[in-house]
């Protein structure tokens, strides 16, 4: 299995939905960044469920506890450890999935390649394993704060409800303001409206999530396999019920001429600059100063209450299937935040492989 990721800033995750507990190793944090409690709490308060009408209403408090690797305030340069301690977990609500994987989640392919597999909550397939994620990109933010970068996930569609494009400043603002985390209100509300529909339908809906990092310097990425853009698909294509990533202009490049969408150059305060950012503030896989921008597509949540059709792998048979557990009728509200801790550990990661921060001291050049 691979629990980790990152070359300099790495972070391990361990722990499934229905165990003891879930968390992240954080190694190569460099010393001296003033880390608390606080600022991981606060994101993963973002995650977490039971906050609103269009999240699953099981309620976790997902309570951090750092075991390690700061001292006095500050990071020491050893591993951080973050544990959530798992609380609400109901059992009995996952019992039928023994030999009745659900469709569409993870359920199947754990069963046939590992066979011992907790089926309670999906396991380490579960959306809860994404705490990990959260946990590794709050040190990684604040660590990209001391280089003046900025990062921000939110909500640009939701089924065939699309977001107007909104600046950095106007997403920042709006986000906080709508349980769907989508800068654009108006549109926000008829989102909403969509999800509790499709909630009451015993149906689920999926979207898109856009995130942007203001602030990253020229440079960043290691071409041929190691390119920026490689690395930030990855690691947002590995997060559950993501089918597809965009740097960019993505997909819609094709309905394009070279002419229309070619990013030109200009001076701008004796600084180069594009006057377009088609390409996502990414080109030959580097980062090329201009905002990073990256789009995910997020399948409907597969844990539906409406009737499917599954097999009995005990007995061979065919099998109906209505999950009637606590489950989120659109994932993307809560996966915003994810994809921008995913964002934040990959560039956290190259900004110290580049030499932007130093491996070991964060207060030496
Ligand atoms: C934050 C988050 C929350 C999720 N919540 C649920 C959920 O409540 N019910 C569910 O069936 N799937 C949920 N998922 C999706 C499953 O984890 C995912 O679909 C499953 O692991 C199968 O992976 P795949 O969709 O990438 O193939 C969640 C995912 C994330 C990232």
Known sequence: ?????????????????????????????????????????????????????????????????????????????????????????????????????????????????????????????SGRVTIGHVIGGAIAKKLLKTQDIEIISHVTQIGDVKAEPQDFKAIKENIDKNPVRCADLKAAAEMEELILTKKQEGDSVGGIVETIAIGVPEGLGEPVFERLDGDLARILMNIGAVKGVEIGLGFDVVNHTCSEINDAFQIEDDKVITKSNNSGGIIGGMSNGMPIVSRIAVKPTPSISKCQDSVNLERMENEKIEIKGRHDPCICPRVTVVAESSTAIVLADHMIRSGFIHPNNLEKK
């Open 1 to 125: 299995m691979s629990n980790s990721i990152g070359e300099k800033f790495q972070i391990t995750t361990f722990g499934s939905s229905h165990g003891k507990a879930v968390g992240a190793i954080v190694d190569g944090c460099p010393a001296n960044l003033e880390l608390s409690i606080e600022d991981i709490q606060k994101e993963l308060d973002k995650r977490k469920p039971g906050t609103s009408s269009v999240t699953t209403p099981r309620k976790e408090d997902d309570e951090v506890q750092i075991l390690s690797g700061i001292f006095e305030g500050k990071t020491d340069g050893t591993p951080i450890t973050g544990v959530v301690f798992n609380k609400n977990q109901k059992s009995k609500d996952y019992s039928m999935f023994k030999n009745t994987p659900r469709p569409s989640h993870g359920d199947y392919g754990w069963m046939m390649k590992y066979g011992n597999y907790d089926y309670n909550g999906g396991g380490r397939g």
